[in-house]
């Protein structure tokens, strides 16, 4: 996924931003604490659902269950998420399983800074989301689609009226919806790519994350 960065510096209220960890704003001896929004350029428009699942390889409904750490590419933070894997509408992922999901920006503590993809803001431990993400092969996680890749969503039985009954048991819901947009996917219109993908992996690997819940196991196996 090429991106480029254009980096346009805003303040954010520091309670929207907890859940990314170790943010320290009042420290005296902490530099202030700062917010950057950073714009990807080059991607493509994805604010149509279709287009959305058309880029995305893995569209799936988890649960936020950790934070796992923050690793920098190209001067660039990135955070990783440990997720567990409730619903897959796309891609070849076990439902049950623990992932690790990849959000574009994160916290540098030692510049007490934050740094958001444009209108993306972080994860939160414990919620649900509808999940549309890019496995890179080169690394240990999935890449969540920047600004759309993680849609809110307490559970895909909720009723989508809007939605056709994919299933066929006379309700409309969430997950009735976003298997509609599977079958109907297109091929979004992105912009080329000129340079590699990075090849940082995060420290630890998704069968490492301690969940409480089963022994997770690697998707991609």
Avoid at 6 to 19: E, I, K, N, T
Avoid at 67 to 75: A, L, R, S, Y
Avoid at 81 to 87: D, H
Avoid at 139 to 158: D, E, I, K, L, N
Wanted: net charge negative; aromatic share 10%.
């Amino acid at each position: 996924m090429h991106k480029k960065y254009l980096f346009l510096g805003v303040g954010l209220a520091l309670g929207a931003v907890m859940s990314w960890g170790g943010v320290q704003a009042s420290a005296e001896d902490r530099p202030k604490f700062s917010v950057e929004y950073a714009h990807a350029s080059t991607i493509g428009d994805f604010s149509q659902d279709e287009s959305l699942v058309g880029f995305a390889d893995f569209v799936f409904h988890g649960t936020v269950v950790t934070k796992k750490g923050t690793t920098e590419i190209d001067g660039f933070p990135e955070t990783q998420w440990a997720v567990k894997v409730n619903e897959v509408f796309e891609g070849t992922l076990q439902v049950g399983s623990t992932t690790v999901v990849n959000q574009t920006g994160g916290y540098d503590e030692d510049t007490n800074s934050l740094t958001l993809m444009e209108g993306d803001l972080p994860l939160e431990v414990g919620e649900n989301y509808v999940f549309a993400t890019r496995r890179m092969s080169d690394r240990a996680w999935y890449t969540m689609v920047p600004v759309y890749g993680a849609r809110p969503v307490g559970s895909t039985t909720q009723p989508f009226p809007d939605a056709e009954d994919m299933d066929g048991d006379g309700t409309s819901t969430v997950g009735d919806y976003w298997d509609q947009m599977v079958r109907d996917q297109v091929e979004p219109d992105i912009g080329p790519g000129a340079d590699p993908d990075p090849t940082d992996e995060p420290s630890e690997q998704p069968s490492d994350v301690p969940t409480g819940e089963p022994e997770p196991t690697d998707p991609a196996d």
